[in-house]
């Protein structure tokens, strides 16, 4: 019987990256725009909407789809669905845990037989499931509130204890890979070949890389705390920069104070964990045989199917035929005032007329309230979508900001929580991944209730924003490359704001004058600290969303293409996933230059 294996060290990276990483958050890691427009004079953008996916007719009546109590997900969840509200919060044994294991691990070693060490295991492979759907429980409460020290202190927790138990599941998967029991145990229990992975990769067995791996969530949590009500002296008293940052009334130049006192304060601090982090990282590279920390994350913890040497590459053509545009994506950025309560009531009318699994996907999500869009002033900013293992539940998480960008955000987020509804959280890659929620952004935008100076506003901001991303990412891939590569004498704040300073000017986003205001900002890209070499999978994932997109202005198939993408993702690599789905390679020779003239057409 084939089962679907939770590997742990997948569901922390779906964890940290979602988490962190679905707002791509072009504030204050790049100049704010209102910096920039003012830094360069006002201008109107040149628009052209005339490749404009037209929006569809709205529907008298949406399409039927399948209720979500009839809906087939192809698997059984461990513990029976509830509400979020209705889900409790318990620390996991992980001393416990670990030893029952351990226990499993020497029954094989002493040569049991398949049947007696799988009756065995069933039960402590669900108490690992629960261990990780405890540490993101801790991890979402923890998010909706950083006031509450409960919950920080359970998700430090969790985080510190997650390389130990998945240590001690590496140990004794590598024990049945080695034992007589191997072809057996696949074939009752685990999926073919199961056991090839721990072949080739015994990375937790290594004590010395689960102490480093501890030390990195260590830091990695100094870093969130330090990201956690940031304050600086202002008019002789203590304020809250965001609060600053807010004002309406802020005069150019006062803002341009507040972000230099800002980073002068907290540019030292961020920079010396990140310098550590970097120490400890590769290290952990050179402690597993891998030429550098860059090839162990694309291998081992991404599985990708390209290489840091092709990235290098294809980050160079984005900064040659992208950089150019900039400007004209900054200055067609389109914002407006939009509640919550009408993004919900937007995101809904959406999935109906999608229909299909996406509708079934919305009403389960709020028939078990299965997120979050509540403004609130203690919540995390961002976005992210997590996944309940023990009840095969995804949740969705907004911090909104109050403007029609929500919607865009929304959609995003809950992309991911189709994908993860239907796929069962079995994409595992993230750069599939990222193709669901970038690309519902994009089918979004012609069939939401919108009026006509909204829809064609809303559409070429999303267009620009596509562009910045692929600017923006890879500049921060680029940085991340140089960063890597320094010296440990060479590894000073100084240094990296420099760094950080001639990436942006070589992707078109410097600003003359304001290099003392760009450099430093490098330290508010949270993927740096938090999901290390993740940046890049935004632009190859864009890269497919926006094929999405153009199917959908050229031909009116874009959901289709969408549906089948969706339905060949679980456990597939993006490249071979777009080569099943024949579209166009991102590393292609000219896609940078095929990127660049689309752009145009509706920027320049």
């Given at each position: 019987?084939?089962?679907?294996?939770?590997?742990?060290?997948?569901?922390?990276?779906?964890?940290?990256?979602?988490l962190?990483?679905?707002?791509?958050?072009?504030?204050?890691?790049?100049?704010p725009?209102?910096?920039l427009?003012?830094?360069i004079g006002?201008?109107?953008?040149?628009?052209?909407i005339d490749?404009?996916?037209?929006?569809?007719?709205?529907?008298d009546?949406?399409?039927?789809?399948?209720?979500?109590?009839d809906y087939d997900?192809?698997?059984?969840?461990?513990l029976?669905?509830?509400?979020?509200s209705e889900?409790?919060?318990?620390?996991?044994?992980?001393?416990?845990?670990?030893k029952?294991?351990?226990?499993i691990?020497?029954?094989?070693?002493?040569?049991?037989?398949?049947?007696?060490?799988?009756?065995?295991?069933e039960?402590?492979?669900?108490?690992y499931v629960w261990f990780s759907?405890?540490?993101?429980?801790a991890?979402?409460r923890y998010?909706?509130?950083l006031?509450?020290t409960?919950?920080t202190?359970?998700?430090?927790?969790?985080e510190?204890q997650?390389?130990?138990v998945?240590?001690?599941f590496e140990?004794?998967?590598?024990?049945m890979?080695?034992?007589d029991?191997r072809?057996?145990?696949?074939?009752?229990?685990?999926?073919?070949?199961?056991?090839?992975?721990?072949?080739?990769n015994?990375?937790?067995?290594?004590?010395?890389v689960?102490a480093?791996?501890?030390?990195?969530?260590?830091l990695?949590?100094?870093?969130?705390?330090l990201?956690?009500?940031?304050?600086?002296?202002?008019?002789?008293e203590?304020?809250?920069?965001?609060?600053?940052?807010?004002d309406?009334a802020l005069?150019?130049?006062?803002?341009l104070?507040?972000y230099r006192?800002?980073?002068?304060?907290?540019?030292?601090?961020?920079a010396?964990i990140?310098?550590?982090?970097i120490?400890?990282?590769?290290?952990?590279a050179?402690?597993?045989g891998?030429?550098?920390?860059?090839h162990?994350?694309?291998?081992?913890?991404?599985?990708?199917?390209?290489t840091?040497?092709?990235?290098e590459?294809?980050t160079a053509?984005?900064?040659?035929?992208?950089?150019?545009?900039?400007y004209?994506?900054?200055?067609?950025?389109y914002d407006?005032?939009?509640?919550?309560?009408?993004?919900?009531e937007?995101?809904?009318?959406?999935?109906?007329i999608?229909g299909?699994?996406?509708a079934t996907a919305y009403?389960?999500?709020?028939?078990?309230?299965?997120?979050?869009?509540?403004e609130?002033?203690?919540?995390?900013?961002?976005?992210?979508?997590?996944y309940?293992?023990?009840?095969?539940?995804?949740?969705?998480?907004?911090?909104?900001?109050?403007?029609i960008?929500?919607?865009l955000?929304?959609?995003h987020e809950?992309?991911h929580f189709?994908d993860?509804?239907?796929?069962?959280?079995?994409?595992?890659?993230i750069?599939?991944?990222?193709?669901f929620?970038?690309?519902?952004?994009?089918?979004?935008?012609?069939?939401?209730?919108?009026?006509?100076?909204?829809?064609n506003?809303?559409?070429?901001?999303?267009?620009?924003d596509?562009?910045?991303t692929f600017?923006?990412?890879?500049?921060?891939?680029?940085?991340e490359?140089?960063?890597y590569?320094?010296d440990?004498?060479?590894?000073?704040a100084?240094?990296?704001?420099?760094?950080?300073?001639?990436?942006?000017?070589?992707?078109?986003?410097?600003?003359?004058?304001?290099?003392?205001v760009?450099?430093p900002g490098?330290?508010d890209i949270?993927?740096f600290f938090?999901?290390?070499?993740?940046?890049?999978s935004?632009c190859i994932s864009?890269?497919?969303?926006?094929?999405?997109?153009?199917?959908?202005?050229?031909?009116?198939?874009?959901?289709e293409?969408?549906?089948?993408l969706?339905?060949d993702s679980?456990?597939?690599?993006?490249?071979?996933?777009?080569?099943?789905?024949?579209?166009e390679?991102p590393?292609d020779k000219?896609?940078a230059?095929?990127?660049a003239?689309?752009?145009?057409?509706y920027?320049?």
């Amino acid at each position: 019987m084939k089962k679907k294996l939770l590997i742990l060290v997948s569901l922390i990276l779906v964890l940290c990256v979602l988490l962190q990483g679905c707002t791509l958050g072009l504030s204050l890691g790049l100049i704010p725009f209102v910096l920039l427009g003012q830094a360069i004079g006002d201008a109107e953008p040149a628009v052209s909407i005339d490749d404009i996916a037209p929006q569809i007719d709205r529907p008298d009546t949406y399409p039927e789809h399948t209720g979500y109590m009839d809906y087939d997900r192809g698997v059984e969840s461990i513990l029976a669905p509830v509400s979020f509200s209705e889900m409790k919060y318990e620390r996991p044994d992980a001393d416990a845990l670990c030893k029952a294991i351990g226990d499993i691990q020497v029954m094989v070693e002493h040569g049991e037989d398949a049947e007696t060490v799988l009756n065995a295991f069933e039960p402590v492979y669900e108490d690992y499931v629960w261990f990780s759907t405890m540490s993101q429980l801790a991890y979402i409460r923890y998010t909706l509130d950083l006031n509450d020290t409960f919950y920080t202190e359970e998700n430090d927790w969790c985080e510190q204890q997650s390389p130990l138990v998945e240590q001690a599941f590496e140990k004794c998967y590598i024990a049945m890979a080695n034992s007589d029991i191997r072809d057996e145990l696949e074939k009752q229990y685990f999926e073919e070949d199961f056991f090839d992975f721990y072949d080739e990769n015994q990375i937790y067995s290594n004590d010395r890389v689960v102490a480093l791996m501890q030390q990195e969530a260590d830091l990695q949590n100094q870093y969130m705390a330090l990201q956690s009500d940031m304050t600086i002296f202002w008019n002789g008293e203590e304020c809250l920069v965001d609060d600053l940052l807010g004002d309406e009334a802020l005069e150019y130049d006062d803002m341009l104070a507040v972000y230099r006192a800002y980073y002068e304060k907290y540019n030292p601090q961020a920079a010396d964990i990140f310098i550590q982090l970097i120490r400890v990282r590769k290290n952990i590279a050179q402690e597993l045989g891998y030429p550098s920390y860059a090839h162990f994350a694309y291998s081992y913890t991404y599985d990708r199917d390209y290489t840091p040497e092709q990235v290098e590459d294809y980050t160079a053509s984005i900064a040659r035929e992208l950089s150019p545009l900039y400007y004209s994506a900054v200055y067609s950025s389109y914002d407006a005032p939009m509640d919550t309560g009408n993004v919900l009531e937007k995101l809904r009318d959406v999935a109906y007329i999608f229909g299909g699994d996406i509708a079934t996907a919305y009403d389960y999500m709020i028939a078990y309230d299965l997120y979050d869009l509540s403004e609130s002033s203690s919540k995390m900013p961002g976005s992210y979508m997590t996944y309940l293992s023990s009840y095969e539940m995804p949740f969705l998480y907004v911090s909104p900001t109050g403007t029609i960008d929500d919607l865009l955000t929304a959609s995003h987020e809950f992309g991911h929580f189709v994908d993860g509804y239907v796929n069962c959280n079995t994409t595992t890659s993230i750069d599939c991944a990222e193709i669901f929620s970038q690309g519902l952004e994009y089918l979004t935008l012609n069939r939401a209730d919108l009026t006509e100076e909204q829809f064609n506003a809303l559409t070429v901001s999303k267009i620009a924003d596509s562009l910045l991303t692929f600017l923006s990412q890879a500049c921060y891939a680029e940085f991340e490359r140089r960063a890597y590569a320094l010296d440990d004498k060479e590894l000073t704040a100084e240094n990296l704001n420099e760094i950080f300073n001639e990436c942006s000017e070589e992707f078109g986003m410097g600003a003359y004058g304001l290099e003392d205001v760009i450099g430093p900002g490098w330290i508010d890209i949270q993927h740096f600290f938090i999901a290390p070499y993740y940046v890049i999978s935004y632009c190859i994932s864009n890269d497919a969303a926006l094929q999405i997109y153009q199917r959908e202005a050229e031909t009116g198939n874009g959901l289709e293409l969408y549906n089948k993408l969706l339905a060949d993702s679980s456990y597939n690599t993006i490249l071979a996933l777009m080569e099943q789905a024949n579209m166009e390679s991102p590393f292609d020779k000219d896609r940078a230059w095929e990127l660049a003239d689309f752009f145009e057409d509706y920027l320049d």
